[in-house]
């Protein structure tokens, strides 16, 4: 596995790649790697010729307030991983290759970045987008893989890929969860025992959504009523938001019809968790 810390050596790389006639998947993470990313590893492996993880906190896509500083990091960990996993190359650029002096380009995805997450996370979108374009161009990618538990994101990549003509295949790949449910985050570990207990209500309240839909509930506001109520019961967690939308607008629905995501934000002490469920009925 090579690791390459530059743009321009990274950008030559994928170049003699290209020459020799390889597709070439990218799976663009911020490290802290779990079994969430090791299934987008494998997938790409699956699919590509060579295939490259980048580790990058992107510093453009946190808040002020956020755990920039403190996202948790361990490279020596995250390259053992990939090293078994077989790929090919590590990108692992400082933030000055990503974003030299005068920087000054970001990439705005109206009208779905202020959704959902985006609402409590101003500039968190345009920061992904931007980042993942530069990574594109750096990389130069045939597939890139994302996870399903980051639904806007998906959804944000993919129409940037589709407005701005790139040649990408943007895959989107399922949710891994733990034994009990939870969907697997690098955030998850931030919690406490008591709070990495408790937010289990997560997939808890996701499953009896589904339930209730394989019941007949077509009610959009009752059924996110009925979310909202088993997460109120747990008393660690906070609802950030709760809501079922189109998953190509994200505007919410009023009807449970066609495809609709479920989707979920709660903080659980300092720690915001996401998770969702697509339903197509
Ligand atoms: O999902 C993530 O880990 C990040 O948002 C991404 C896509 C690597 C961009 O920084």
């Known amino acids: 596995m090579k690791v390459i810390k530059t743009v321009s050596t990274m950008k030559a790389l994928a170049r ?24 987008l590893v494998r997938e790409s492996r699956g699919r590509a010729d060579v295939s490259v993880v980048s580790i990058f906190v992107n510093p453009t ?34 933030a000055s290759e990503i974003y030299p002096p005068g920087y000054r380009t970001y990439v705005d995805i109206e009208g779905l970045q202020d959704r959902l997450c985006g609402r409590s996370r101003p500039g968190h979108f345009r920061g992904v987008a931007t980042v993942v374009l530069k990574l594109f161009d750096i990389v130069g990618p ?6 399903a538990k980051d639904a806007q994101q998906v959804l944000i990549i993919k129409r940037m890929a589709a407005d701005l003509n790139l ?17 697997l ?3 998850n570990a931030y919690l406490s025992p008591g709070e990495r207990k408790a937010a289990r209500v997560l997939s808890t309240s996701l499953r009896w959504a589904e339930k209730a839909v394989g019941a007949g509930e077509r009610d959009a506001e009752r059924l996110v009523a009925g979310i909202r109520s088993i997460l109120e019961a747990e008393p660690l967690a906070r609802i950030d938001y709760a809501e079922a939308v189109d998953p190509e607008t994200l505007e919410p629905v009023a009807e449970i019809h066609g495809e609709v995501l479920v989707a979920l934000a709660v903080f659980f002490g300092a720690t915001r968790l996401i998770d969702n469920l697509r339903l197509n009925v």
């Not at 003699?16 to 299934?39: A, C, D, F, I, Q």
């Not at 920039?68 to 590590?90: M, N, V």
Request: net charge negative; aromatic share 14%.
């Open 16 to 39: 003699e790649w290209r020459r020799e006639g390889k597709r070439v998947g990218l799976v663009p993470t911020m490290g802290y790697l779990h079994e969430g990313h090791l299934s």
């Open 142 to 147: 045939d597939f890139a893989f994302f996870g």
């Open 61 to 94: 896509q946190f808040g002020p307030n956020e755990d920039f500083k403190k996202y948790p990091r361990d490279l020596g960990k995250d390259s053992a991983y990939l090293r078994e996993a077989g790929i090919d190359g590590l990108f692992y650029p400082e």
């Open 167 to 183: 040649d990408v295949e943007v895959v989107t790949c399922p949710i891994v969860r733990e034994p009990d449910g939870l969907a």
């Open 185 to 187: 985050s690098s955030r």
